[in-house]
């Protein structure tokens, strides 16, 4: 429905309904097989990789089913008016929509209710038009029908005879099979029922009435079609020809203005329909009650989670108006946010090639009667969320974040429920039965409650009931003994008049039930973006420039809003706002500075400010609590006053001006409607038309267009959906042109879609990451671990997922000897494992295309580790030895995760998919995968995401095991290679350590096995001393993550050993990540000599044992060396929790706080040798306490006096405990202690004026030392005392033994 233009008085903007529509048989055509059923046969056949030869047209005769159960084409008869420009009937989606499944005949021995249902047409622009149904059947009247209905009779029953010939089995099973899987009838019914006789059997076959209008009026719009039908059933004439009611509903029934309510006439009673106002919730008609009972509150609220995260979302039923109130349903609550991809809420049989479709979609399919879940093959299930809407049931994708605070959300829901007497766990039986009554024409008019459409004597009884067996044996009884049907009714009329009061109070139930369940979620989205505005970034000037730079602009802090956030929203939050409904919205609310707001975020920005005036959110601001709706009475209240009081009538429907003698009537049969006085509407300007003139009316007008219509500029529209197409590709398909050619063409459309979303998503990636590594290269921390990583990582998983399903061979099992349907359903792990099967088979003849032998490179030290060999089984075995792991499509998320960890993930697929025979044998032609440009251009923008470090493996899979490997890396050159004595080794990381392991006497390597340690941070290494050459000077230690292949460098370059260095049998060493460069370069970084300081190498741990050959820096490098250390610390504290790096590492690290202390300590340090003994600042520590402890202290007044005695107790208790600890940690290690512990118990700022100020410090240092210098002793004293606000937690390796 886009167009331009205001139109004039009395256009069809302003109008109830757009079209009227008769669809059903062409009786001069004939009996057609449904060409869309034998193109479903085509896309089937094409679906499991047979050649569509097969599928000829005989597959469309279906010979196989008995005739009356075919679908036969149907037909638009006749649609009033001919065309509205700003809404062109669209005559092929009509009525594919209106009959989805053709047309269908019964006899009179078969069920021949009405049956109403309605549909949506969403158009490419996403603006929507709504159907509403009457299906009923008509006595075929042409001979030359019925007699092609027996003939094709005889034809099926010589092809049954024939076939039953062939097998020897019983006819009676052949019979059986012929018909439906799902008919569950007994074979004694099969046999009668199964057969249509010319000159016994009366034909009828399916008709429908339809309105189509731009508003959802579902209640409105079904009562005028009950009345309708009830016209042309009923034993009398109705009161005016039929052509009057409906050029009434479709020329002269406006729309009610928005915040009013409208009464109309139908046939034989009024009809009333009511329109939200500007600040209300939106209009929704489809009642929720039936979407409660239907699903079940706690189904319900997973689906929604599903849709708000914009999963593919599959509803499943055999009523077609089931399928439309859940979508229907489900797509209000999600207010203020509207769905932006494909909805198709009733997926007609010709379109099944859709669920093909690698995008995210809501779709409605009709389940056949009795067919169950597990024969229906879809290509996708990874990220598919399936709602079997008849038998309570959800499948919920893996792994999909949780509604915030959902329990106390469903808890709200419940009290709401509970109100109004429906039970919260869903009531299927009940609506389950409702829903077969209300296809009854009894119940359709009972439950039409409000102004009950024909009074109680019209109704006959026996035709009403007439589809029950109990009740037609009644009347056989009853008319053997002479007593008429319809006397029955008389007695019930007293009843009926309280039944119709009753009917009345229901309806208002469901409008008032509908409108308080839809203000508790718009509630919950009002109290989680109550502050989202101050996190829009308007960069823009105008419109234009925006439009132009969309692609490129960020309009969302994203980072910032997450970060204000409660801390159990965060996983559902930070998905939700990379989807593209949030996307939607905030592109709204950017345009909104340049013109009118889009109504959805008028209303919701209104209630923003209505809560910030009530209650003043700040302090609450980031508190998880749960705030309940407080507006439910006065929703239901304005619901309740437009119903009781009603603001305007339309014109009654009144004689027109037709031809005579046309428009006879005949009971049961829908007569010819005369096109030239429904062509078009009155020419005068009647009494609604003229009046809507005023402003006032052209401003509801106006806010009609925007509201619903999206009647808007067509370059802003076409702007606006370049703009909104980014991120998602095919908006809605296209329903009229079926032919293989544009299912062609729309599956390029995927294919491109797909690999724009896969160059964004890239590029994404690569700007949050490198964006966070620029701004902390200053500490070493060079990656996020955060949240943000995480749900990015997500998306790229399912990216991956819908395109290893577009074009999938469904038939395709994933491997013969598993048996079953694939329990996962992942189609990228499907190709994996047939991957392996064949490669597993070739193995004994070569290895793996890409591997990479195991040898060593020997290095100048003699030793180095073992090059890792890339392979994609090795990787894929991995995944396979996870027990933690039980599906499928967990199994291909976590290879995806090592692989992106490995930075092999593009060399990976490259080499799956170089397995061409495979990839033809799993996909169809117009698969994305068998596109080679864009499969080539999809891999390099993978390969892209080796520029950064991803541990979105270790991360995640925090409890399996993982081997490791360890080398200990000597210094040849100056001291032996291997130590007599006992060494030991201890690996500490971010999840744990692996405690004391014994080194192997001879040996520098090891291997181990133990629960992931996540990044690894410290190494602690010893000996025991013992043997003859016990001293041993080590480069560095190396260990591995042999699954990862992540390997730390622990810089050591110090002696281990009694008399030699500083005494130590044991150091902690720090590690850093070594970049996955080339072994010969892992090789230099091994051999670099200890005297020269390498910047990727970390701090020698001391200055002095290196005797002087460095440089040594000036006071003022020193001053800034410890800024920036503590800086360093402040900022790992101001990151959320779970984006922090390692603590260690800007502790004693390269740059740590340790080191910079080490060097404000050795500053002015007299000479290091004394008499050829070296002198360490642990000793002048020493000499400080030996002071502390035997002298008194004086103070300038009594408490400063009582402060300073309890620094010096602390730090003499601390640097006792050290000393007595056991362990053999040599002098420096014992001063990294010290300031470790000092750090964490905020005592460093209380230590160093008693250090400056004690009498060995003259002895022991110069006299322009820094420690000397009072300015420089305050500003160190005022810096360090910036980081007693943060409550620092040690790793255990730091301070083991200790006891303070």
């Given at each position: 429905m886009s167009g331009s233009g205001a139109p004039g008085p009395g256009a069809a903007p302003c109008r109830f309904a757009h079209y009227f529509v008769l669809c059903g048989i062409d009786a001069e055509s004939g009996l057609e097989p449904d060409e869309l059923a034998v193109l479903y046969k085509w896309l089937q056949a094409d679906l499991h990789g047979k050649s569509s030869d097969t599928a000829d047209k005989t597959s469309g005769e279906n010979f196989d089913q008995s005739p009356l159960r075919r679908t036969f084409k149907s037909k638009v008869l006749a649609h009033y008016p001919q065309n509205i420009e700003w809404n062109p009937f669209d005559q092929d989606a009509v009525n594919m929509l209106c009959m989805p499944k053709g047309l269908s005949f019964r006899t009179q021995a078969d069920n021949r209710d009405p049956q109403l249902h309605s549909f949506i047409i969403t158009r490419e622009d996403g603006s929507r038009t709504y159907g509403f149904v009457l299906t009923f059947y008509e006595e075929v009247t042409s001979k030359q029908i019925c007699t092609a209905m027996q003939t094709l009779y005889q034809m099926h029953n010589a092809e049954q005879y024939s076939s039953v010939c062939a097998s020897s089995s019983c006819s009676m099973d052949s019979l059986a099979s012929s018909i439906d899987e799902g008919d569950a009838t007994s074979?004694?019914?099969?046999?009668?029922?199964?057969?249509?006789?010319?000159?016994?059997?009366?034909?009828?076959?399916?008709?429908?009435?339809?309105?189509?209008?731009?508003?959802?009026?579902?209640?409105?719009?079904?009562?005028?079609?009950?009345?309708?039908?009830?016209?042309?059933?009923?034993?009398?004439?109705?009161?005016?020809?039929?052509?009057?009611?409906?050029?009434?509903?479709?020329?002269?029934?406006?729309?009610?203005?928005?915040?009013?309510?409208?009464?109309?006439?139908?046939?034989?009673?009024?009809?009333?329909?009511?329109?939200?106002?500007?600040?209300?919730?939106?209009?929704?008609?489809?009642?929720?009650?039936?979407?409660?009972?239907?699903?079940?509150?706690?189904?319900?609220?997973?689906?929604?989670?599903?849709?708000?995260?914009?999963?593919?979302?599959?509803?499943?039923?055999?009523?077609?108006?089931?399928?439309?109130?859940?979508?229907?349903?489900?797509?209000?609550?999600?207010?203020?946010?509207?769905?932006?991809?494909?909805?198709?809420?009733?997926?007609?049989?010709?379109?099944?090639?859709?669920?093909?479709?690698?995008?995210?979609?809501?779709?409605?399919?009709?389940?056949?009667?009795?067919?169950?879940?597990?024969?229906?093959?879809?290509?996708?299930?990874?990220?598919?969320?399936?709602?079997?809407?008849?038998?309570?049931?959800?499948?919920?994708?893996?792994?999909?974040?949780?509604?915030?605070?959902?329990?106390?959300?469903?808890?709200?829901?419940?009290?709401?429920?509970?109100?109004?007497?429906?039970?919260?766990?869903?009531?299927?039986?009940?609506?389950?039965?409702?829903?077969?009554?209300?296809?009854?024409?009894?119940?359709?008019?009972?439950?039409?409650?409000?102004?009950?459409?024909?009074?109680?004597?019209?109704?006959?009884?026996?035709?009403?009931?007439?589809?029950?067996?109990?009740?037609?044996?009644?009347?056989?009884?009853?008319?053997?003994?002479?007593?008429?049907?319809?006397?029955?009714?008389?007695?019930?009329?007293?009843?009926?008049?309280?039944?119709?009061?009753?009917?009345?109070?229901?309806?208002?139930?469901?409008?008032?039930?509908?409108?308080?369940?839809?203000?508790?979620?718009?509630?919950?989205?009002?109290?989680?973006?109550?502050?989202?505005?101050?996190?829009?970034?308007?960069?823009?000037?105008?419109?234009?420039?925006?439009?132009?730079?969309?692609?490129?602009?960020?309009?969302?802090?994203?980072?910032?809003?997450?970060?204000?956030?409660?801390?159990?929203?965060?996983?559902?939050?930070?998905?939700?706002?990379?989807?593209?409904?949030?996307?939607?919205?905030?592109?709204?609310?950017?345009?909104?500075?340049?013109?009118?707001?889009?109504?959805?975020?008028?209303?919701?920005?209104?209630?923003?400010?209505?809560?910030?005036?009530?209650?003043?959110?700040?302090?609450?601001?980031?508190?998880?609590?749960?705030?309940?709706?407080?507006?439910?009475?006065?929703?239901?209240?304005?619901?309740?006053?437009?119903?009781?009081?009603?603001?305007?009538?339309?014109?009654?429907?009144?004689?027109?001006?037709?031809?005579?003698?046309?428009?006879?009537?005949?009971?049961g049969f829908f007569p010819k409607l005369q096109s030239d006085v429904l062509a078009t509407g009155p020419t005068n300007n009647n009494r609604w038309a003229s009046r809507s003139t005023t402003t006032q009316r052209r401003k509801d007008r106006l806010r009609q267009h925007s509201e619903h219509i999206g009647l808007d500029n067509d370059l802003r529209e076409k702007y606006m959906q370049e703009a909104r197409s980014l991120g998602k590709n095919l908006r809605q398909p296209k329903l009229s042109d079926l032919s293989p050619a544009v299912i062609a063409q729309t599956n390029w459309k995927f294919v491109e879609g797909l690999l724009k979303e896969c160059r964004m998503k890239t590029k994404r990636m690569l700007v949050e990451k490198m964006g966070h590594e620029a701004v902390e290269l200053g500490h070493g921390e060079a990656n996020i671990t955060g949240l943000e990583e995480n749900t990015l990582i997500a998306s790229l998983c399912d990216l991956l997922e819908r395109i290893w399903s577009h074009g999938l061979q469904v038939k395709q099992k994933e491997n013969p000897e598993r048996g079953q349907r694939n329990k996962g359903k992942s189609a990228l792990w499907s190709h994996l494992l047939q991957y392996q099967e064949r490669e597993e088979k070739q193995e004994h003849s070569a290895e793996s295309p890409v591997g990479v032998g195991t040898e060593r490179r020997k290095s100048d030290t003699g030793i180095t580790l073992p090059t890792l060999r890339v392979s994609l089984i090795q990787d894929m075995r991995h995944v396979q030895n996870m027990s933690e792991i039980k599906t499928d499509v967990g199994r291909a998320r976590a290879w995806i995760r090592l692989s992106l960890e490995k930075k092999l993930l593009s060399q990976h697929l490259k080499q799956l998919l170089s397995n061409q025979a495979l990839a033809k044998k799993l996909y169809k032609r117009y698969a994305f995968l068998r596109c080679e440009e864009e499969r080539e251009q999809f891999l390099y923008h993978l390969l892209s995401l080796n520029a950064v470090d991803y541990f979105c493996f270790t991360s995640v899979f925090t409890t399996i095991m993982i081997p490791y490997r360890s080398v200990i890396i000597p210094i040849k050159k100056l001291s032996n290679a291997i130590t007599t004595s006992n060494p030991w080794i201890c690996v500490s990381g971010e999840l744990g350590d692996t405690g004391v392991m014994q080194i192997p006497k001879n040996h520098l390597e090891m291997t181990f096995e133990c629960q992931n340690l996540g990044k690894l941070t410290t190494v602690q290494i010893g000996h025991d001393n013992s043997g003859l050459l016990a001293k041993w000077l080590v480069d560095c230690v190396m260990v591995r993550n042999e699954i990862t292949g992540h390997t730390y460098k622990f810089p050591c370059g110090r002696w281990l050993g009694k008399g030699v260095d500083d005494g130590s049998l044991e150091r902690i060493l720090i590690g850093e990540l070594v970049s996955s460069t080339s072994d010969e370069e892992l090789g230099k970084q091994c051999r670099t000599p200890p005297q020269q300081k390498s910047p990727t190498v970390a701090r020698r741990l001391s200055i002095t044992s290196l005797t002087g050959r460095n440089t040594k820096p000036n006071a003022g490098q020193i001053q800034e060396g410890i800024g920036e250390a503590v800086n360093n610390i402040v900022k790992h504290f101001h990151k959320p929790e779970k984006e922090r790096g390692s603590l260690t590492i800007l502790l004693c690290g390269e740059n740590g706080l340790v080191a910079a202390l080490e060097q404000v300590f050795h500053h002015g340090f007299k000479s290091a040798r004394i008499f050829h003994k070296n002198v360490f600042i642990w000793d002048f520590i020493e000499k400080a306490v030996a002071y502390l402890e035997t002298s008194d202290q004086i103070g300038d007044n009594e408490e400063a006096l009582l402060l300073q005695r309890s620094s010096c107790k602390t730090f003499c208790h601390y640097v006792n405990a050290i000393n007595t600890a056991p362990r053999n940690i040599g002098k420096d290690g014992k001063f990294q202690i010290l300031v470790c512990l000092g750090t964490r118990d905020h005592l460093l700022s209380q230590w160093i004026p008693l250090l400056a100020e004690c009498p060995p410090i003259t002895r022991m240092y110069e006299e322009n030392a820094l420690l000397r210098d009072r300015m420089t002793v305050n500003s160190l004293i005022r810096v360090l005392q910036t980081l007693q606000d943060f409550n620092i937690i040690l790793e255990g390796s730091l301070i083991k033994g200790v006891d303070v």
């Open positions: 074979l004694a019914k099969l046999q009668r029922y199964n057969s249509y006789d010319i000159s016994r059997d009366t034909l009828y076959v399916s008709k429908c009435i339809c309105l189509i209008t731009p508003l959802p009026f579902m209640q409105a719009c079904k009562k005028f079609l009950i009345q309708l039908y009830k016209a042309v059933t009923s034993q009398q004439p109705p009161p005016l020809p039929l052509e009057s009611y409906i050029h009434n509903i479709l020329y002269e029934v406006p729309l009610p203005p928005p915040g009013r309510s409208l009464k109309f006439y139908g046939v034989y009673e009024p009809i009333i329909c009511q329109r939200p106002g500007p600040n209300e919730l939106p209009l929704s008609d489809y009642p929720l009650r039936e979407v409660f009972e239907l699903l079940g509150l706690e189904n319900l609220v997973q689906v929604f989670t599903c849709v708000l995260l914009e999963m593919q979302i599959l509803l499943y039923s055999q009523d077609y108006q089931r399928l439309m109130t859940v979508a229907e349903g489900i797509t209000t609550l999600l207010f203020p946010f509207q769905w932006q991809h494909v909805y198709v809420p009733i997926l007609p049989a010709s379109l099944l090639h859709f669920l093909d479709a690698p995008v995210p979609y809501l779709m409605g399919l009709q389940s056949k009667e009795g067919t169950d879940r597990s024969k229906l093959e879809l290509p996708q299930e990874a990220n598919l969320c399936f709602v079997d809407i008849d038998n309570h049931f959800i499948e919920l994708p893996e792994e999909f974040p949780q509604f915030p605070n959902k329990l106390e959300f469903i808890q709200e829901i419940s009290e709401v429920l509970l109100q109004f007497g429906i039970p919260p766990e869903g009531n299927l039986h009940c609506s389950d039965s409702a829903t077969k009554l209300k296809n009854l024409v009894l119940s359709d008019l009972v439950n039409d409650k409000k102004n009950g459409n024909i009074p109680s004597n019209a109704l006959n009884m026996y035709e009403l009931l007439k589809g029950n067996e109990t009740i037609a044996r009644l009347q056989a009884l009853a008319k053997r003994t002479g007593v008429t049907m319809e006397k029955i009714t008389t007695p019930l009329t007293e009843k009926e008049k309280d039944g119709k009061l009753s009917c009345e109070e229901l309806e208002l139930r469901d409008y008032k039930l509908n409108v308080q369940l839809r203000e508790v979620f718009a509630n919950r989205f009002t109290q989680m973006f109550a502050d989202y505005e101050a996190f829009v970034i308007q960069a823009a000037p105008d419109m234009e420039s925006w439009l132009t730079n969309r692609e490129q602009m960020q309009n969302f802090d994203k980072a910032s809003f997450l970060s204000d956030q409660p801390e159990p929203y965060l996983p559902f939050l930070s998905h939700f706002i990379e989807t593209q409904m949030f996307a939607t919205f905030i592109d709204n609310k950017i345009i909104s500075q340049w013109e009118e707001k889009d109504p959805f975020l008028r209303v919701f920005d209104s209630r923003i400010e209505k809560i910030k005036l009530y209650n003043v959110r700040a302090p609450a601001l980031r508190t998880s609590n749960y705030q309940k709706c407080s507006t439910l009475k006065e929703a239901a209240q304005s619901i309740e006053q437009r119903l009781m009081k009603i603001d305007h009538t339309a014109i009654h429907p009144h004689l027109l001006d037709m031809k005579i003698g046309q428009g006879k009537y005949e009971q």
